[in-house]
């Protein structure tokens, strides 16, 4: 995608600098670069909805602070549970721009492993303003996944309407 909306820049300026008569060619042109461009920006937005905490301060800054509710998995490199949790916690959430995932290594965060009291993984902690609202441990099936998804969406959306109405 990112190779479509480059090339298509390009030209788009070439065109742009054309005579009168090329430039009719050219319009034709510009929907097919503007629309790679926007939907290349689309998933970019989408994919950086996925991060990996590498500290406190960043956990701080991306979870704590954050508008939208985050859904924190703790996990571990040699969980086998963790590897079938995470994959599919990414994938529940791929097309959501409401919820954020937090991905956090135990090995490499003691610090948050201690402050959220984690004594096993999988470990899955929704915040919401910075607070826990849900949890659970240990590998669940979709169907849990999903209710904890569609639980904080309820949550965002009355939230928002009860904004709208103040």
């Known amino acids: 995608m990112l190779k479509i909306a480059s090339e298509g820049l ?3 300026v070439a065109c742009i600098q ?3 008569s090329a430039q009719n060619a050219c319009q034709r042109l510009a929907p097919i670069a503007v629309s790679a461009t926007q939907k290349f920006l689309s998933q970019s937005q989408i994919a950086n909805k996925k991060f990996t905490v590498k500290d406190h301060y960043e956990f701080d800054q991306k979870v704590i602070n954050s508008d939208n509710p985050v859904i924190v998995n703790f ?3 040699w ?3 963790c590897k079938i949790l995470t994959p599919k916690m ?3 959430l791929e097309n959501s721009n409401e919820i954020d995932l937090a991905i956090i290594d135990v090995e490499n965060n003691t ?3 201690e402050t959220f009291e984690v004594k096993a993984v999988p470990a899955v902690l929704a915040f919401r303003n910075g607070v ?4 659970f441990i240990g590998l669940v099936d979709a169907n849990s996944i999903e209710s904890l998804i569609d639980k904080l969406k309820r949550k965002n959306r009355k939230l928002a309407e009860d904004e709208e109405t103040k």
């Open 18 to 20: 054309a005579s009168s």
């Open 75 to 77: 996990h571990a490199e």
């Open 111 to 113: 610090e948050l492993v």
């Open 132 to 135: 826990v609202v849900d949890k």
């Open 10 to 12: 390009p030209r788009l």
């Open 79 to 81: 969980c086998d549970p």
């Open 90 to 92: 990414e994938e529940l």
